[in-house]
């Protein structure tokens, strides 16, 4: 059983400022954490850091931006209604929610000013590309630990994979053998969806396989050649 909380809880950041981590790859390290009845391995991205990073800073200079713009309109006269500023002050709080906690605004006359709580900001800088794993299990190393989760979150993508892109859908057998060839196509159809995915990687990096899958779907007229032993060449509009 495993389980993954959104972010590290409090008694983690202990584990990312002084823990020992293993290297279990390119891009991830990985530490575990001893509790008596349970097993807790901490994950570190560096891919994951770097997206979680640059979401940061797209959502402070969105931030930084509306607070600048509500001051200029502050100290233009614009705005006089201390219930009208209040709202606009809600407005950007709905709009940045993720970092709206790090800032403290003040209003003072026809002035607007903010300074920043840099312990919560850096702490939350701290646990970017940071997960953690929970499961019951004796197992005591943490590359294994953190191999086997990323073994079941293959499995769980590939039944999505079969239920949505390849559309399997429950069919009533009755007979063992069609149970056994409902099965066989299945495999075979997320066998055929692997291998696409592979050769999508390798010549369009872009593109996912069911992008692939909806634009050859779309082609409606084909031509198909045939060489002739005569000589020459035959073609089949389809």
């Keep these: 059983n495993w389980t993954v909380p959104s972010q590290p809880a409090n008694w983690v950041e202990q584990a990312l400022l002084a823990g020992s981590w293993t290297q279990v ?6 530490q575990l954490i001893p509790e008596s009845d349970e097993v807790y391995v901490l994950c570190r991205s560096a891919g994951r850091r770097a997206k979680e990073r640059a979401m940061r800073w797209r959502r402070l200079r969105g ?14 006269g614009q705005l006089k209604d201390p219930a009208l500023i209040e709202r606009r002050l809600g407005r950007l709080q709905e709009r940045h929610p993720q970092v709206w906690k790090w800032v403290r605004v003040s209003v ?8 920043w709580d840099r312990e919560k900001a850096c702490r939350a800088m701290r646990a970017e590309g940071t997960y953690l794993l929970r499961a019951h299990w004796s197992e005591r190393d943490p590359a294994t630990l953190w191999k086997t989760y990323v073994q079941l979150s293959e499995a769980e993508a590939a039944f999505r994979v079969l239920k949505s892109e390849v559309k399997i859908r ?14 066989l196509v299945a495999f075979l159809g997320y066998c055929l969806w692997v291998c696409l995915k592979k050769k999508v990687a390798a010549l369009a990096p ?18 198909v050649w045939f060489d002739l032993v005569e000589g020459g060449r035959l073609c089949l509009p389809r």
């Excluded at 003072?108 to 300074?115: A, M, S, V």
């Excluded at 872009?206 to 031509?223: F, K, N, S, Y």
Aim: charged share 25%.
């Design 25 to 30: 790859n390119a891009q991830v390290e990985v």
């Design 108 to 115: 003072e006359g026809q002035d607007l000013r903010w300074t």
């Design 63 to 76: 931030l930084i931006g509306d607070l600048r713009g509500l001051r200029r309109a502050l100290r233009a």
């Design 170 to 183: 429950p069919i009533w057998h009755w007979l063992a053998d069609r149970v056994e060839a409902h099965v």
């Design 206 to 223: 872009g593109l996912t396989p069911w992008q692939v899958v909806d634009q050859l779907g779309r082609i409606v007229l084909v031509e």
